[in-house]
């Protein structure tokens, strides 16, 4: 089994920064694609960062050039570096890694508020 647990979510004023990270534990192999998510209330799940397998990197419009996903394999750590955070970024934010054999594993989830 592989676990997923996120953490970095909080409060944080219009144009901070905030940098989530997911570790993983467990069978960690036959990795296709990491990504991480978001849920606002009311809203449905979406992308805002996928990492596939060879190294390329997917961004909505709405968060490119102030998101960023990055992996460190010998921490079994996806990071997602979130920079000018807007009040719409506010939302609960999911870890999601696409095993070959697994399928899909979530994390819990963690909240990240932009607010004033």
């Known amino acids: 089994q592989v676990r997923l647990v996120e953490s970095g979510g909080g409060l944080v004023q219009p144009g901070g920064s905030l940098r989530l990270s997911c570790v993983a534990s467990?069978?960690?192999?036959?990795?296709?694609?990491l990504g991480w998510y978001r849920q606002a209330p009311g809203k449905q799940r979406e992308l805002v960062a996928g990492l596939i397998s060879d190294g390329s990197t997917t961004y909505p419009d709405s968060v490119k050039g102030r998101f960023t996903i990055s992996r460190d394999n010998a921490q079994n750590t996806v990071y997602l570096q979130m920079n000018n955070l807007k009040p719409d970024d506010t939302a609960v934010y999911y870890c999601n890694i696409d095993f070959q054999t697994l399928g899909d594993v979530w994390g819990q989830g963690t909240q990240v508020t932009v607010s004033s």
């Open positions: 467990g069978s960690i192999y036959s990795i296709l694609a």
